[in-house]
């Protein structure tokens, strides 16, 4: 697991979600599907285009570079290598499915204004 996270259970093909643990974290991951009582109108898909997203989940880690040496080693695929922007230090990674996910580190001694 390119994370270093905990299974805790996995999900399966009849739509049951898997939930992983990192660190004081729990990620629940739902491989989709039709509409439920309660989104009637909504489906859960893989996004057609991976360049074109509407959603992104962000993880804000004390040692950017030091994960994003570790997640690489372990088969992570990253759009580029951690850059500063904003008063932090990100990168983004790309998942099995195409989805986005931004590994950030505050840099709280940067101000800008």
């Known amino acids: ?18 939930y992983i643990q990192i660190a004081n974290t729990w990620l629940i991951l739902n491989v989709g599907g039709g509409p439920t009582p309660d989104k009637p109108s909504v489906t859960l898909r893989v996004p057609p285009d991976p360049d074109l997203l509407s959603s992104f989940m962000n993880i804000r880690v004390a040692d950017i570079h030091g994960c994003y040496e570790t997640w690489q080693a372990r088969g992570a695929e990253f759009i580029t290598e951690p850059m500063e ?12 499915d195409g989805y986005i996910i931004e590994v950030g580190q505050s840099r709280p001694e940067v101000v800008y204004g």
Do not use: H, N, Q, W
């Open 1 to 18: 697991m390119v994370f270093g996270g905990r299974i805790l259970s996995l999900g399966d093909s009849s739509g049951a979600p898997g």
């Open 85 to 96: 922007k904003y008063g932090e230090t990100r990168c983004y990674i790309r998942d099995p």
